[in-house]
């Protein structure tokens, strides 16, 4: 029988249908890169870690499960979010990734064993590995040629970075120069950029003094510091960093290992963790990890937890990368931390998609050093499981730099005459039935109480509009969610469209900006000059501003890429509409676009008014498309399959060699496969591949081929 969504995520990744784990990876992985967009490119997440963790362990244990999905392009695999537009952007010749999380001693287990495993090691002989404290600042890359500091830049998206070198300069522990022998004539070194708790206390002290906002914790007080565009500003800030990691490195590697590299750091004068050490087993690793969370506290800097690496240089090579973190890697997280307080009150927030959310109104409390007033509810099935009413003293969780949740309520302290939450069925914005949509396949109700007024709900509007000119999207500067706000609230700006007649519109119009809104005319030329600027924008922006379901940034690069103009994508999805029509085909044909994508896309153009806005939109904006790429690769886009047995390395590891450059690796031979790689004792694919005419070569012959490209 099938199952709701809610019921699907109840259930472990190998009881689910490979239909239903398709569903789920899908509209995870849109989740997910919705909370990354809020994290990191607008500093504003509305979960917390612990439940971000959550999304993303399962999106995982699907892809563990159902392989298969792991091609699939999906916006969850991107790191961060685009850079700001403030400063210069940098290219990161390496990629600055993230890393896998774990949350116990079970779990740390199974992250050794796996590593194991795709390395072949036998489980008798030592395989080291570093522990050292998992500092919570924000990444840095450092860039030395010939030993001088040239280019600092933050990790951005992980691809590219914000260009704060003049800002790195002014912090006092950051070597300009480089010190002692053998410094390579390129060296990348990453690490952590962070403020002390002391240093933090006494800076908010002043900042109160003068009357300027307060920074929440350590963190944020850095991030705040070292993305500014004054460097004078910077330096007046206490901040440090710790050399962890690196990126390029030209000539020969100071060292083989990670705890050499590391040693090495410090002999080259950079400031190291003194915290770090190498661990021979498990039990090591568990040990040290325990004494680090005793020092937690009072240790002058915070930490979130301990990170494990892979010792041996050579191993981590080996090992490489899955989508965006190391496999030789993983951060071993504390737990979050807790308090209690009053619940005064619940608001309802209506989201883009009509969504309700239920946010909490608490009394302020501390919890790890931060005051808390707001929590997220989840939904209201989570209040009614939790049994959580007005009144409650309630138990609130913080992990990391988020939004902080409800665990639930404590029954003693439960006031008299406390009623049930009884959650809207009318949305708070319009009025309009607030329902939860039934499956129509398994007849069950959706977790989401959703607005049903579309198009007349004001605050879906303003959420459209908000995403529409959001940095991600058309990224008109001058025009953030504010002044989305009162704009729409003024009329003069209630549809995408309407962006773009601001100007030419009547004299009214220009009057009230200035009367009204307040913009003087330096303020209203700066932002025609933002909405003027974006008339050109690239295809895929224009796509994903659209803000159609479960349609991320990737999903709009995948499209943009495939249909090259809006009115091909169009059309196709207005053709698709008809049954039987070839159209749909079409697009779950595109690599990483599923059916239920597909479905929101067709659902998407298939409602008039969407039409009408994408067709007026077109009267003012010229989509570009992107440009065509050519893959260096030899096997890019290449199906292979590998059979028999291989000598020189475990079938995963050539399997994510193979991913690495761009194939995709099936596991039977058909008239798709370009190229099988044959080790000894291959049977009928071989001679199948023989059969169907296709390339073969044996294991040797598959490194000469990539070798190059391996790297
Ligand atoms: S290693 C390729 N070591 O955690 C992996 N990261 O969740 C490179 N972090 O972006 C990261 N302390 O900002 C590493 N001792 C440490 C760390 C550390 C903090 C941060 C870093 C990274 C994030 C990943």
């Known amino acids: 029988m099938a199952r709701s969504p809610a019921d699907r995520r109840a259930l472990a990744p190998d009881m689910l249908t490979a239909r239903e784990a398709k569903a789920e990876h899908d509209a995870l992985g849109a989740e997910i890169a919705e909370h990354d967009r809020r994290y990191h490119g607008e500093d504003a997440p509305i979960i917390s870690d612990a439940d971000y963790d959550a999304l993303r362990r399962r999106f995982e244990a699907i892809e563990a499960r159902f392989p298969d999905l792991t091609a699939e392009v999906s916006d969850a695999r991107g790191v961060g979010a685009r850079p700001s537009e403030k400063f210069a952007k940098v290219r990161h010749r390496v990629p600055m990734l993230s890393l896998g999380n774990v949350f116990s001693p079970d779990e740390v287990e199974e992250f050794v064993d796996r590593v194991r495993r795709f390395l072949d090691w036998p489980a008798d002989r030592v395989l080291a590995f570093t522990a050292e404290p998992k500092i919570d600042g924000l990444s840095c890359s450092l860039r030395y040629e010939a030993g001088r500091l040239v280019v600092a830049a933050t990790r951005g998206d992980?691809?590219?970075?914000?260009?704060?070198?003049?800002?790195?300069?002014?912090?006092?522990?950051?070597?300009?120069?480089?010190?002692?022998?053998?410094?390579?004539?390129?060296?990348?070194?990453?690490?952590?950029?962070?403020?002390?708790?002391?240093d933090f206390a006494a800076m908010n002290a002043r900042q109160e003094a003068e009357g300027k906002p307060l920074f929440a914790n350590p963190r944020n007080a850095a991030a705040g510091s070292l993305r500014q565009l004054d460097s004078r500003i910077t330096a007046a800030r206490p901040l440090r960093f710790f050399a962890y990691a690196w990126g390029e490195v030209q000539g020969s590697m100071p060292a083989p290992t990670q705890s050499g590299m590391v040693a090495a750091f410090a002999r080259l004068g950079l400031p190291t963790n003194p915290l770090m050490r190498r661990c021979e087993s498990t039990a090591d690793m568990l040990a040290h990890y325990r004494a680090i969370e005793e020092q937690r506290a009072s240790l002058p800097y915070d930490i979130d937890g301990v990170v494990y690496k892979v010792d041996d240089l050579d191993l981590q090579r080996r090992l490489g990368f899955v989508s965006r973190s190391p496999r030789w890697a993983a951060a071993h997280k504390f737990p979050a931390e807790k308090a209690t307080t009053l619940l005064l009150g619940i608001d309802i927030q209506v989201g883009r998609t009509g969504s309700l959310t239920p946010v909490a109104r608490l009394q302020p409390v501390t919890v790890g050093g931060v005051v808390v007033t707001n929590a997220t509810l989840h939904n209201e099935d989570e209040i009614a499981r939790r049994d959580i009413r007005i009144g409650d003293t309630v138990v609130v969780q913080r992990a990391g730099d988020v939004i902080p949740q409800i665990l639930g309520h404590v029954a003693e302290k439960r006031p008299a005459g406390a009623q049930p939450y009884a959650f809207p069925t009318l949305c708070p914005a319009c009025g309009s039935h607030a329902v939860r949509e039934i499956d129509p396949k398994t007849g069950k109700e959706d977790v989401v109480r959703r607005c049903t007024g579309g198009l007349v709900c004001p605050a879906q509007a303003v959420e459209r509009l908000k995403h529409f000119a959001s940095r991600n999207a058309l990224d008109i500067e001058g025009l953030g969610d504010k002044q989305i706000e009162t704009f729409y609230r003024d009329g003069l700006i209630t549809r995408p469209q309407d962006i773009f007649t601001l100007e030419a519109r009547d004299a009214r119009s220009l009057k009230r900006l200035k009367d009204r809104e307040g913009y003087g005319e330096t303020s209203t030329r700066n932002l025609f000059a933002a909405i003027a600027a974006r008339r050109n924008v690239a295809l895929h922006r224009l796509i994903f501003a659209l803000g159609i379901r479960h349609v991320g940034e990737t999903t709009g690069k995948l499209l943009a890429r495939h249909f090259r103009s809006m009115?091909?994508?169009?059309?196709?999805?207005?053709?698709?509409?008809?049954?039987?029509?070839?159209?749909?085909?079409?697009?779950?044909?595109?690599?990483?676009?599923?059916?239920?994508?597909?479905?929101?896309?067709?659902?998407?153009?298939?409602?008039?008014?969407?039409?009408?806005?994408?067709?007026?939109?077109?009267?003012?904006?010229?989509?570009?498309?992107?440009?065509?790429?050519?893959?260096?690769?030899?096997?890019?886009?290449?199906?292979?399959?590998?059979?028999?047995?291989?000598?020189?390395?475990?079938?995963?590891?050539?399997?994510?060699?193979?991913?690495?450059?761009?194939?995709?690796?099936?596991?039977?031979?058909?008239?798709?496969?370009?190229?099988v790689v044959a080790g000894p004792g291959a049977g009928s694919k071989l001679a199948a591949a023989q059969a169907l005419g296709i390339q073969t070569l044996d294991e040797d012959g598959w490194l000469e081929l990539v070798g190059g490209a391996a790297g």
Not at 173 to 178: G, N
Not at 656 to 666: C, D, N, Q, S, Y
């Open 567 to 675: 009115e091909a994508l169009r059309d196709t999805a207005v053709a698709a509409s008809e049954t039987g029509s070839p159209a749909l085909a079409e697009l779950t044909a595109i690599d990483g676009i599923g059916p239920v994508v597909a479905e929101s896309i067709v659902d998407f153009f298939g409602e008039p008014h969407n039409r009408e806005v994408v067709a007026e939109l077109l009267e003012h904006v010229t989509p570009e498309p992107p440009e065509e790429v050519a893959s260096e690769s030899p096997v890019a886009g290449k199906t292979v399959v590998f059979t028999g047995s291989l000598e020189k390395m475990t079938r995963e590891e050539a399997k994510a060699m193979a991913e690495r450059l761009g194939a995709k690796v099936a596991s039977s031979v058909s008239k798709k496969t370009d190229l």
């Open 158 to 198: 992980g691809e590219e970075g914000e260009d704060v070198t003049v800002n790195v300069r002014t912090i006092g522990e950051v070597p300009q120069v480089l010190a002692g022998e053998g410094i390579p004539p390129v060296l990348e070194v990453r690490g952590e950029v962070y403020m002390t708790k002391p």
